[in-house]
């Protein structure tokens, strides 16, 4: 089997199966084909309740165990706004609404033997009805953390998205 990683390690050209000459971004010398590694976009709550905030015990790899917040990757073409209250119903089980647009932040995913580039979007967000019900194959339980106190969360990005919330609720 040929490795076709089509992240920043890729070695072969997705379209042709050539070798690269160099590592992404480049060009094929086979096909022509240009590889580019684009950060793929991401989107997660930081649902409020006072001054603690919503975690999830992540069921899954990667960094199965870690504490995060509610979110996750983008469909296609989906507006991260969108994919965040997808993925407040999905992995909450609960309508959310979006309050303000906390920040973009470069981080990166271990996904398939890769490691790659994302674009985490955080939203600040409310639970409109219902309880949290969680998805057993996203998060094994829940928790309220202290907004000024908060644990390791489970990415940096995270970290840092809590700790600009923090900075800017004080």
């Known amino acids: 089997m040929i490795p076709r990683a089509y992240g920043p390690d890729a070695r072969f050209c997705p379209r042709c199966a ?3 000459p160099t590592a992404p971004p480049g060009g094929c ?3 022509g084909y240009q590889l580019f590694v684009n950060a793929r976009p991401t989107a997660s709550l930081i649902v409020l309740d006072g001054d603690r905030f919503l975690a999830l015990r992540r069921a899954a790899e990667p960094r199965s165990g870690r504490w995060e917040t509610p979110g996750g990757f983008c469909d ?4 991260p706004a969108a994919a965040a209250v997808r993925e407040g119903r999905e992995e909450l ?10 920040g973009m932040y470069v981080g990166s995913y271990d996904y398939q033997g890769e490691t790659l580039p994302v674009l985490d979007c955080f ?3 409310s ?5 949290v019900t969680l998805d057993p194959a996203e998060s094994s339980e829940l928790a309220w953390f202290d907004l000024y106190a908060p644990p390791e969360l489970a990415f940096p990005t995270m970290d840092a998205a809590i700790r600009d919330v923090a900075r800017i609720a004080r």
């Open 123 to 125: 939203y600040l967000a």
């Open 127 to 131: 639970i409109r009805d219902g309880a």
């Open 29 to 31: 010398d086979g096909c």
């Open 93 to 102: 089980g609960v309508e959310v609404t979006l309050g303000d647009f906390v």
């Open 18 to 20: 050539a070798a690269l």
């Open 76 to 79: 296609g073409a989906e507006h």
